[in-house]
């Protein structure tokens, strides 16, 4: 029997965790490396690593990934120019990314093997197509002083810009299990009550708490969600440090002069 477990442990292919990402940037030589850094459980990013992006635009990082980790990637330039795009590593997976130069910045052109990362490439996308319509509409809007035509123009952009908004709460309805979509609404309406109360913060929240309960973007969406404020009524409590050092509950300072 001791025998059959020694070889059943040798043949049986182990469990293996390593996560590793691979990319390459096309359409341009500017980027001489990519710095990795890791979000923690306090809200910071910590230095991984820098991968240095071979002459043929290749990039690589591998990690022994234990849960769903949240990094930025920094495209460092000689310029001092450098982009930064955020990448979702799951354990046990294998993703491929290929950048290049579109709507005149650094974008995701393809993504393979991670749903995570197609949904921030249709997210970004959104808005690279907002954009690229924006200067077209603020050309044609420059080029008339006729009042009329003007406030149409300004119609036709506020119409846009809702029916981006519009896609991208739906990319979320439809991915609400992801942590992409965690980091992409917490972007979006981190600022938003009405969201946090029974809107899309509210729905993913109830969704990801269970799957990720330590990440810190989820948890950040939870403190939104939980003290979530209705219209008309009164603020929580606010503590703010005094010229002491002591902290001062912000309604003791009512009617006073400061």
Do not use: C, W
């Amino acid at each position: 029997m001791k025998k059959l477990l020694v070889l059943l442990s040798i043949f049986m292919p182990m469990a293996v965790l390593a996560s590793t990402f691979t990319a390459k940037v096309e359409d341009t030589k500017a980027f001489k490396s990519v710095n990795v850094k890791k979000l923690n459980a306090d809200g910071d990013f910590d230095f991984m690593t820098t991968s240095v992006i071979s002459p043929d635009g290749n990039f690589s990082y591998s990690e022994d990934v234990k849960k769903a980790e949240v990094y930025t990637l920094e495209f460092v330039t000689a310029n001092g120019q450098n982009p930064v795009h955020q990448l979702v590593l799951l354990p046990n997976e294998n993703v491929n990314i290929v950048y290049g130069i579109m709507y005149n910045v650094l974008a995701m052109k393809r993504v393979d093997g991670s749903a995570n990362m197609t949904l921030i490439q249709q997210y970004q996308n959104e808005y690279h197509k907002l954009s690229e319509k924006a200067i077209e509409i603020e050309k044609r809007f420059n080029e008339t002083e006729d009042k009329t035509k003007q406030f149409a123009i300004q119609q036709e952009f506020y119409a846009l810009m809702n029916a981006t908004q519009a896609k991208v709460k739906s990319l979320l309805n439809a991915n609400q299990e992801l942590l992409a979509a965690a980091l992409i609404a917490h972007s979006e309406y981190s600022n938003s009550a009405v969201e946090a109360k029974n809107g899309i913060l509210k729905t993913i929240y109830d969704k990801q708490k269970t799957l990720y309960p330590d990440n810190f973007i989820v948890k950040e969406i939870g403190k939104l969600v939980e003290n979530s404020i209705d219209v008309g009524k009164v603020a929580p409590e606010i503590y703010l440090p005094g010229v002491d050092g002591k902290k001062i509950r912000l309604a003791s300072l009512r009617g006073k002069v400061v």
